[in-house]
């Protein structure tokens, strides 16, 4: 993959728009999770090859899009699966981590759009080592990590056992999607403005402490 990465913003609102148009496909979903076929290291950071495809075309790009560049880098290893953990890994690429990744753009962008923060930053390296999905720095240069999961069952033990094998980064806001919220526009749900009020309170926190 390529070793530089540039993100470009997009509007959360555009991001919304364009998954209504292209919504997401859970089929599938059940052989993608932990323990299931799909459950299968892949030879490169799904997350990062999300992030190489969006830098390469500065532009959104759908599920199956991704799911088939996905297939294009690995075929051989792609090959080396049998049919139910091929099915699987197909459904954990574009239900666990396109889904992810559409949430971690998303995020970023409303967390830009708050005018709250000097640096708003998406690292796919930090992703793979401490569950780090965005980092903020407010105005006063204290870092703040943010990582966000569905607040389901199978999403609580999926962040167990990266907390567990992973770690988490210090200073972290942990920011969960709530399982009964609706899966609407575009066959997913979304955190909204009032879900970020934890990292911008936590940025403010800071700003009363320096000055006093």
Not at 120 to 133: F, P
Not at 158 to 174: I, S
């Given at each position: 993959?390529?070793?530089h990465?540039?993100?470009?913003?997009?509007?959360?609102?555009?991001i919304i728009?364009y998954?209504?148009?292209h919504?997401?496909?859970?089929?599938?979903?059940?052989l993608?999770?932990?323990?299931?076929?799909?459950?299968?290291?892949t030879?490169?950071p799904?997350?990062?090859?999300?992030?190489?495809?969006?830098?390469?075309?500065?532009a959104?790009f759908s599920?199956?899009?991704y799911?088939?560049?996905?297939e294009?880098?690995?075929?051989?290893?792609?090959?080396?699966?049998?049919?139910l953990?091929?099915?699987?890994?197909?459904?954990?690429?574009?239900?666990?981590f396109y889904?992810?990744?559409?949430?971690s753009l998303?995020?970023?962008?409303m967390?830009?759009e708050?005018?709250?923060?000097?640096s708003?930053?998406?690292?796919t390296?930090?992703?793979?080592?401490?569950k780090?999905?965005?980092?903020?720095?407010?105005?006063?240069?204290?870092?703040?990590?943010?990582?966000?999961?569905?607040?389901?069952?199978?999403?609580?033990?999926?962040?167990?056992?990266?907390?567990?094998?992973?770690g988490?980064?210090q200073n972290?806001?942990m920011?969960?999607?709530?399982?009964?919220?609706?899966?609407?526009?575009?066959n997913k749900?979304?955190?909204?403005?009032?879900?970020?009020?934890a990292?911008?309170?936590?940025?403010?926190?800071?700003?009363?402490g320096?000055?006093?």
């Amino acid at each position: 993959m390529n070793k530089h990465i540039a993100l470009t913003y997009i509007a959360s609102s555009a991001i919304i728009d364009y998954i209504s148009k292209h919504p997401i496909d859970w089929t599938d979903h059940h052989l993608a999770k932990l323990g299931q076929p799909g459950d299968k290291r892949t030879p490169a950071p799904a997350i990062a090859l999300f992030f190489e495809l969006f830098a390469s075309r500065r532009a959104l790009f759908s599920q199956t899009e991704y799911v088939a560049y996905a297939e294009k880098q690995w075929r051989d290893w792609f090959d080396s699966l049998s049919l139910l953990e091929y099915r699987g890994v197909r459904a954990r690429l574009g239900c666990n981590f396109y889904v992810s990744a559409i949430d971690s753009l998303h995020v970023w962008a409303m967390l830009v759009e708050t005018g709250q923060f000097s640096s708003c930053v998406i690292d796919t390296a930090l992703d793979v080592v401490d569950k780090t999905d965005i980092i903020v720095i407010n105005r006063e240069g204290e870092v703040i990590s943010i990582s966000l999961a569905i607040s389901s069952r199978a999403g609580r033990e999926a962040y167990t056992y990266k907390e567990t094998h992973r770690g988490v980064a210090q200073n972290t806001v942990m920011m969960w999607l709530p399982i009964d919220r609706p899966k609407s526009p575009g066959n997913k749900r979304w955190y909204r403005v009032e879900d970020i009020a934890a990292v911008v309170e936590r940025a403010s926190e800071y700003l009363i402490g320096e000055r006093l």
